[in-house]
């Protein structure tokens, strides 16, 4: 039900970037293109991919990166939501829109925006354009934004396998991809290293993410379920919006969730949860959006490969529970792990 009242309000503004980008023509050409960014940068937009705004989690983290360049730069930045089954020729449109609108950086909020962002960029070499959680776009004016998930995730795993009272955890991928594979792979390994003898039960939601793996909270729920009647007392979700029914089902029964991406204890739509999520794997979307858009405002865009990791703040793992920052064996555990994975005597597996 929330994605479809979510697209519901996003129509509003889609139909009004259609209206203004209509009086400006529906198709690039090389005029087009190359006076593209001439004029003064509206500022940065973010398209969305699969669960949008509202997720709590990635997308939420991105859209903080983009309110905190227009406070700082005096931006008026502009997101975009999907539609459902949308095609890549879809994404290629709503990139070609905002680049010709004047909006610099243009990201596009998941890895599935990579065809369309090599696509839009050649087309549009004044705009830099930005694509997260994928590195296969080799362009000048492409900025890849990447993390070491897995690093974040071994620390999560490192402190359910201190929490466990039942030796058994969970994990919960959204969808059965290799970029979801990391979570999965780190957490088991922390889990492993520090506790002999506990159970990491894994499952994921769906094959492909237009099956809703990242956007159904009923399914986090319905596979939390699954996982705390097995015995899990502590379950870690890397879902995206699905995640929120993980939470849900963790607090339900008493047991202990692992956030992902941002940090949900402090996410207000996960109040009710919150003294059940015990930590959160975080990467640092709202950092990487927004220093792609002050390299773009300092005239020096940010290009290639730019990966986030422990070492760099790019991923962590947070501590706002009283629960968490206040265990000293949870604290000791975790820092060692870190400090371990930082200086290379730890070597974490991203499958």
Known sequence: MRRVSRIAVAGVASAALAVTISACGSTSSSSSSSSAGDDKNLGLALAYDIGGKGDQSFNDAATAGMEKADKEFGYKSTAVEPQDGESDADKVQRLENLARQGYNPVIGV?????PAVKEVAA???????????????????VADLVFHEEQASYLAGVAAAKATKSNVVGFIGGVDIPLIHKFGAGF???????KKGVTVKEQ?????????GFSSP????????????????????????????VIKAANANKVWAIGVDSDQYKQDALKAYKASILT?????????????????EDGKPQSGEIRGSLSNGGVSLSASNPAFSGNKEIQDAVNKAAEGIKSGTITVKSS
Do not use: H, R
């Open 110 to 114: 998941g890895f599935a925006y990579a």
């Open 123 to 141: 087309k549009f070499p004044k705009v830099t354009f930005g694509i997260v959680d994928d590195n296969t776009i080799k362009a000048d004016n």
């Open 188 to 194: 088991k390994q922390g889990v492993q290293d520090t």
């Open 204 to 212: 994921y939601l769906t094959e492909t993410a237009a099956e809703g």
């Open 218 to 245: 009923d399914k986090g729920e319905s596979a939390a379920e699954g996982q705390i009647d097995a015995g899990a007392d502590v379950v870690y979700a890397a879902a995206g919006l699905s995640g929120q029914g």
């Open 280 to 296: 959160s794997a975080m990467k640092n979307v709202e950092g990487a959006v927004f220093e792609l858009a002050k390299s773009v």
